[in-house]
């Protein structure tokens, strides 16, 4: 099978088209639903962030299914007509790498986040309930937890700010002062706004409200904290009081919006209003920057931020690397395992299929020949054949260990099982394109 990926993240895509691009999670269902009619590709996952929206697909070798760059780009048409400049794509043990590193933190804006654990995580859950994570995925959305929990076991690299919700709090922090004398809300009750809220509990803040556009999710977190729920139909006296409000909700248009927000101003002159917008898409107009006495920070704003505290992590980079490349190289190892059986199999059949048809193309010339001289003549024959494909397939196990059993299998298929076979058998690709600068 052909394990692809294409996506776009915090790196190659800026936030406006980000949020553009953004999948609620009944929007990745049905995609994943519709990949599952088609049948091809075999396998589905989508991993979609606050930094990143991600399609992983394995697919049957040599069959003319799409690819998952083709695929992403179908399922992105309706939102963003070009995506030719932001777009990466990845096959083979570098489709799987990737994902091992985004799992570990290694490939975040906030380097060593820990939230990222989840959302693999909750992707794997997903396809799985839907029907599209089979053998392959399974095993590799094992292998990036496990290497996951070994580099930040035996690695410093999530030390410090290590999620959006401590750069999110230092900012806060940064901008207001003493938050023990602030009211802080919080719009959204999610993972990523529970885990601002019990950053921003450790400051001790005068006051606390949380809305959330299921009401009692609201009232569930502000219950478990001390704070206040309001309603998310009515925001102005929330927001009128507070001095930082944080955003992470999963609304499809801003709920925060500039004129709304210059009259609240206007209510509370010389009061500033401290705005953090973890959502994507955005929950807060971009142009409400503009309204004096309020300060505004989106996800592009705090990757700046997040620069300046990663210097002790990165230097944790190569142990982490070299654990993600083992964890890699040990599931690709594994891979070719799975596509070992299939080939030798199909190889041994192609050769006797030859074998059979030559020697009864040939007996017509050999006369009259008894039952016992036919057998005979097959035996020889057969044991010729298997004698001359013992040898390479001794030595393709052999390669097993060296990591190139994929590579000589592909050259197997190459030179041996083109046509029908190579169109219907499903195995795995060996190398893949380089991600995208």
């Known amino acids: 099978m052909r394990l692809s990926l294409a996506g776009v993240n915090h790196e ?7 949020e553009r691009l953004a999948l609620c999670p009944a929007d990745q269902e049905r995609i994943l639903r519709d990949l599952r009619q088609r049948k091809h590709p075999v396998e589905a996952l989508i991993l979609s962030t606050c930094n990143r929206i991600e399609l992983y697909t394995v697919g049957a070798e040599g069959r003319r299914g799409k690819t998952a760059s083709e695929l ?13 400049d932001h777009l990466y794509s990845l096959e083979g043990l570098e489709a799987a790498r990737h994902l091992l590193e985004v799992a570990a933190g290694i490939d975040s804006m906030v380097l060593g986040e820990r939230e ?12 799985r309930q839907v029907g599209t994570l089979g053998t392959v995925l399974t095993r590799l959305t094992d292998a990036a937890l496990s290497a996951s929990k ?5 690695t410093r690299i999530d030390r410090g700010h290590i999620s959006l919700a401590s750069v999110a709090v230092d900012l806060a922090r940064r901008e207001f002062g003493d938050l023990s004398a602030a009211t802080i809300l919080i719009l959204g009750a999610g993972k990523t706004s529970e885990l601002t809220v019990k950053r921003l509990m450790e400051n001790r803040p005068k006051r606390l409200l949380v809305a959330n556009r299921t009401h009692t999710r609201a009232e569930r977190l502000a219950g478990e904290l001390g704070g206040e729920a309001l309603p998310m139909q009515n925001l102005d006296p929330g927001v009128a009081q507070a001095d930082v409000v944080v955003c992470s909700t999963g ?6 919006r500039k004129p709304g927000l210059f009259k609240l101003m206007q209510q509370r002159p010389n ?13 807060i107009e971009p142009t409400a920057r503009t309204i004096p006495n309020v300060v505004l920070y989106d996800l592009d704003d705090l990757k700046g931020i997040v620069e300046e505290t990663a210097a002790e992590r990165r230097r944790e980079l190569p142990r982490a690397r070299e654990i993600v490349n083992a964890h890699a190289a040990a599931f690709w190892q594994w891979a070719g395992a799975l596509a070992f059986g299939p080939t030798v199999a199909a190889l041994r059949q192609r050769a006797e299929q030859i074998r059979a048809a030559q020697v009864e193309e040939f007996l017509p010339r ?9 057998k005979a003549l097959h035996l020889l024959t057969k044991r010729l054949t298997s004698r001359l494909l013992d040898a390479p397939l001794s030595s393709l196990r052999a390669r097993a260990a060296d990591g190139d059993r994929l590579r000589y299998l592909d050259m197997l298929r190459t030179l041996f099982l083109e046509g029908d076979y190579a169109r219907e058998e499903n195995m795995p690709s060996e190398q893949g394109q380089s991600k995208k600068e």
């Open 12 to 18: 190659t895509a800026p936030l406006k088209l980000r």
């Open 72 to 84: 992403f780009a179908t399922i992105a048409r309706r939102r963003v007509p070009d995506l030719r």
């Open 116 to 127: 990222v654990v989840a959302q693999v995580k909750e992707a794997a859950r997903q396809a």
């Open 150 to 154: 070994e580099v930040r076991t035996q």
């Open 251 to 256: 609304a499809p248009h801003p709920i925060l």
């Open 271 to 283: 009061r500033p209003l401290v705005l953090i917008d973890l959502a994507v898409p955005r929950d």
């Open 366 to 374: 050999l006369g009259r020949l008894s039952s016992s001289q036919r």
